[in-house]
Nanobody, 127 residues
Framework: QVHLVESGGGSVEAGGSLNLSCAIS????????TGWFRQAPGQEREAVAR????????VFADSVRGRFAISRDIAKKMVYLQLNNLTPEDSAEYFC????????????????????WGQGTQVTVSS
């Protein structure tokens, strides 16, 4: 079985920063593509960022590009999302998701293409 566990969410003021972590576990599982998604109440789930296994390739949503950074530590089986210059519009439940696919498939994948998900971590940004 594959398990993802997010942590690092919290409440911050606008302009603040948070660092989200995603711990991935699973015997013989190779997380070729790992992404972060977010969902605010009453809104559809939004892809935020994703990263390839080698960290060579990353993709960001237009709404977060330049403010968020994604990274991973293969040895520790961790993926991180650094959130900077946060705004109230960034408030949402943030989810980590993973798929055992190549980057070509990862870059164009939608949320339904990710079979493994964490339980989410809440980010709340006050103005």
């Amino acid at each position: 079985q594959v398990h993802l566990v997010e942590s690092g969410g919290g409440s911050v003021e606008a302009g603040g920063s948070l660092n989200l972590s995603c711990a991935i576990s699973g015997t013989n599982y190779i997380p070729g593509c790992t992404g972060w998604f977010r969902q605010a109440p009453g809104q559809e789930r939004e892809a935020v960022a994703r990263i390839s296994l080698s960290s060579k390739f990353t993709v960001f949503a237009d709404s977060v590009r330049g403010r968020f950074a994604i990274s991973r530590d293969i040895a520790k089986k961790m993926v991180y999302l650094q959130l900077n210059n946060l705004t109230p519009e960034d408030s949402a439940e943030y989810f980590c998701a993973s798929a055992e696919v190549s980057w070509d498939d990862c870059a164009s994948a939608t949320s339904s293409d990710f079979p493994y998900w964490g339980q989410g971590t809440q980010v709340t940004v006050s103005s």
